[in-house]
């Protein structure tokens, strides 16, 4: 029997790696949970300037959509939505700043793709992004119907991009495509009627017609969906799915009102109660 100072060195490190592998108190250590809830507040990588998801208000603090989102985990995490850092970033730094753990995630309207959640892991989706219509509240166009069966008779302002005019024709194959190289020229040229209509977010519809009542309206239409979510830096599975629990029991349980109350806020629609009984996400 082999009874050197080797050996012994030996059985002393496999005896190590065994108790790490059962420790579940020492792994668990390692997750992004525990050193958040030891930090004391939660730490958001979002944006400033995108109305009605994050952006500064009168009071020069930020708020929208993605602001409460975040303050939603703050809540589940400490009992406080007020315990969130709030980090401002560029569209770019979204997934950087989780790969460097300057954040502990990123609530900034991002659009889940397949090569995007190679770098990140994404959360439950909080909301349904989608391209909609802006009408004059007196235009004599009513519905996607009308739109289409005027043909090139109508106009369409659109934010410049070299996939505008095709999106565009998406929804409406002959109308004219007039794009801008910003949003404010866009609506304005619904505004001075060099328009008939906007094509844009949306979200952003929804909120041009809760801040400007009886200005605008927009058709039961909207097409080009795409799926906004959270997310985390990959590998750590603990943190994800307490994200996803927040956002699950926001979106369909105890703090269902708190979700509603933004919805509602931002977008002017009142959510429809979770069904009770037989959850609805697995229907």
Not at 152 to 159: E, K, Q, R, S
Not at 252 to 276: C, H, M, N, R
Request: aromatic share 10%; glycine share 6%; net charge negative.
């Amino acid at each position: 029997m082999h009874s050197g100072p080797s050996f012994f060195k030996a059985c002393a490190f496999v005896l190590a790696a065994t108790a790490t592998l059962i420790n579940p108190v020492q792994a668990a250590d390692a997750s992004k949970l525990d050193s958040v809830l030891k930090r004391g507040h939660l730490v958001v990588g979002t944006g400033s300037t995108n109305a009605p998801w994050h952006f500064q208000g009168a009071d020069g603090k930020l708020q929208g959509f993605d602001i409460d989102i975040a303050r939603m985990v703050a809540k589940g995490l400490f009992n406080d939505p007020s315990k969130v850092e709030f980090v401002v970033q560029s569209s770019d730094a979204r997934i950087p700043n989780l790969l460097t753990d300057k954040v502990d995630m990123s609530c900034q309207f991002i659009t889940v793709t397949a090569s995007r959640a190679q770098q990140v892991a994404f959360t439950l989706p909080y909301y349904r992004e989608g391209v909609g219509l802006l009408l004059p509240a007196n235009s004599k166009y009513k519905e996607i119907d009308d739109l289409k069966a005027a043909g090139d008779g109508v106009t369409v302002a659109v934010l410049q991009n070299v996939y505008a005019e095709e999106l565009v024709h998406q929804a409406l194959p002959k109308a004219k495509v007039d794009q801008y190289d910003s949003v404010d020229l866009m609506y304005q040229a619904i505004n001075s009627g060099r328009a008939d209509t906007a094509a844009t977010d949306q979200s952003s519809v929804k909120y041009l017609i809760v801040q400007n009542p009886g200005r605008y309206r927009t058709p039961a239409f909207a097409w080009s969906p795409q799926t906004y979510a959270c997310a985390v830096k990959r590998g750590d599975q603990d943190w994800l799915n307490f994200v996803n629990t927040v956002l699950h029991e926001a979106m369909t349980g105890v703090e269902f009102p708190t979700y509603a109350a933004s919805f509602k806020q931002w977008f002017g629609v009142d959510l429809p109660t979770p069904a009770i009984g037989f959850p609805m996400e697995f229907k």
